[in-house]
Nanobody, 125 residues
Framework: QVELAESGGGSVQAGGSLRLSCVASGVLYGRQCMGWFRQAPGEEREGVAIIDSNGGATYKDSVQGRFTISRDNAKKSLYLQMNSLKPEDTGIYYC???????????????????WGQGTQVSVSS
């Protein structure tokens, strides 16, 4: 059983920064693909960034160059540094784990097995 807990969300003005954190507990060996997803009101949950156990990362086009995903396997932690935030970045951000694979298969929510409860990010113009 894996449990994920996100933190670090908040309200900022456009152009501001936030750093999200996710701590995993339970059976997690630090080798799986992990990622951040977000869901805006009335929208589908979408992939923002994913990272494999070696640090290889993939980003949604609209956040490329503004967001940085990182992980600390020893601490079973995942991070998302978000800079130059825009109002369209508003949403609930979720941490997720693709438990059965050591490599990342893409920004597809159906491939991820465990999810956190989410943390709200609100960006005002």
């Amino acid at each position: 059983q894996v449990e994920l807990a996100e933190s670090g969300g908040g309200s900022v003005q456009a152009g501001g920064s936030l750093r999200l954190s996710c701590v995993a507990s339970g059976v997690l060996y630090g080798r799986q693909c992990m990622g951040w997803f977000r869901q805006a009101p009335g929208e589908e949950r979408e992939g923002v960034a994913i990272i494999d156990s070696n640090g290889g990362a993939t980003y949604k086009d609209s956040v490329q160059g503004r967001f940085t995903i990182s992980r600390d396997n020893a601490k079973k932690s995942l991070y998302l540094q978000m800079n130059s935030l825009k109002p369209e970045d508003t949403g609930i951000y979720y941490c997720a784990v693709d438990f059965w694979f050591t490599y990342c298969r893409g920004l597809h929510r159906a491939q991820f097995d465990y999810w956190g409860q989410g943390t709200q990010v609100s960006v005002s113009s």
